[in-house]
């Protein structure tokens, strides 16, 4: 079992910064990967950003250049740091954890952070 919790969400101005902050039950390197997702009201859960086990990393297209996804200096935690945010960011922010491989792996969830982007 891997526990996971959320914490850095809230509203923000367009065009400002927050930084999301996922901290895990579990030793990291027994995790295959970490990601955040997103799920904005009416539409279907999607991926923002990966960190697998050896560090490489992957982007939705919608927020490369503006999100970074990065291991924190606290064990057992990952955060991403959110930049030149706009509505579309709005949406519940989830942290998932990954154990096993892509195919056959068991996933896990935080209850989520949401992130709300309006003047």
């Known amino acids: 079992q891997v526990q996971l919790v959320e914490s850095g969400g809230g509203l923000v101005q367009p065009g400002g910064s927050l930084r999301l902050s996922c901290a895990a039950s579990?030793?990291?390197?027994?995790?295959?990967?970490m990601g955040w997702y997103r799920q904005a009201p009416g539409k279907q859960r999607e991926l923002v950003a990966r960190?697998?086990?050896?560090?490489?990393?992957n982007y939705s297209d919608s927020v490369k250049g503006r999100f970074t996804i990065s291991r924190g200096n606290a064990k057992n935690t990952i955060l991403l740091q959110m930049n030149s945010l706009n509505a579309e960011d709005t949406a519940v922010y989830y942290c998932?954890?990954?154990?096993?491989?892509?195919?056959?792996?068991?996933?896990?969830w935080g209850k989520g952070t949401l992130v709300t982007v309006s003047s």
């Open positions: 998932n954890a990954r154990v096993g491989s892509e195919t056959y792996g068991v996933h896990y």
């Open positions: 960190i697998t086990s050896d560090n490489s990393t």
């Open positions: 579990r030793n990291l390197f027994s995790i295959s990967a």
